[in-house]
């Protein structure tokens, strides 16, 4: 088990942000995402998705793409990534929302209902991350493609291997969620009345299957959250 680095998360003094910065790049494991930024456009000019940015390359997206606000679907964490995230938002002016989402478990309706609210009244170009951009950061995506009126077929290709996500793990149970709303509307009834009146989390957890080499990958291999 690796050994909590503590820290002042206000990152005040010097020896604090050093202590952040190992504690992102060996804990946290964005000595990875210096080189893999996992950056897909969702909507054009509008919405922007990629794994947990470093301050240098929150700063490069901010310039480039113009990014208002930042939805984070790790939820507040007490690590060095979360840490300077939230200082270089600060330094930027930029909104940071935490929006907590599960990769493996069936998707919350309340969660969902929350970001339907809170997703017409945000200050755009947004941009989406959890922790490496694949699972959560693709089901937010898919769900702001249902909200923006895309077709379910094009929502579901956010949740794609390109962006390192696999349904064959504990993670395709993201992927199930949708496929359950087709079966159960054949995309003739909307989506958010769906989901507040026929969806099931206990019911979509019981029928969901997943292959356990594939969840060992994930999981172990890739040390995905």
Known sequence: MS???SFDPSLSRPSDRYKA?????FIDHSIFRLVWTNF????????????HPTPGRLRKLVQKYHIKTIINLRGKRDCGSD????????ELGITLHDMPFES?????????????????RLDFPILIHCKSGADRAGLVSALIKLFENYTLEDAM??????????????TGILDQFFV?????TKGKIDFLKWLQQEYHEDIL????????LFSFITDKILRRE
């Open 157 to 170: 290709g956010e949740l794609s291997w390109k962006f390192g996500h696999f349904k064959q793990a504990k």
């Open 180 to 184: 359950y709303y087709f079966q159960q």
């Open 83 to 90: 840490a300077l995230s939230r200082q270089t938002a600060k």
């Open 104 to 120: 493996r478990g069936a998707p919350h309706k309340d969660r969902i209902l929350n970001l339907a609210q809170l997703y017409p």
């Open 3 to 5: 050994k909590k680095i």
């Open 205 to 212: 957890r019981k029928e969901f299957r997943h292959k356990k």
């Open 21 to 25: 910065w190992i504690d992102s790049l």
């Open 40 to 51: 897909h456009i969702v909507i054009p000019n509008k919405v922007y998705r990629c794994n």
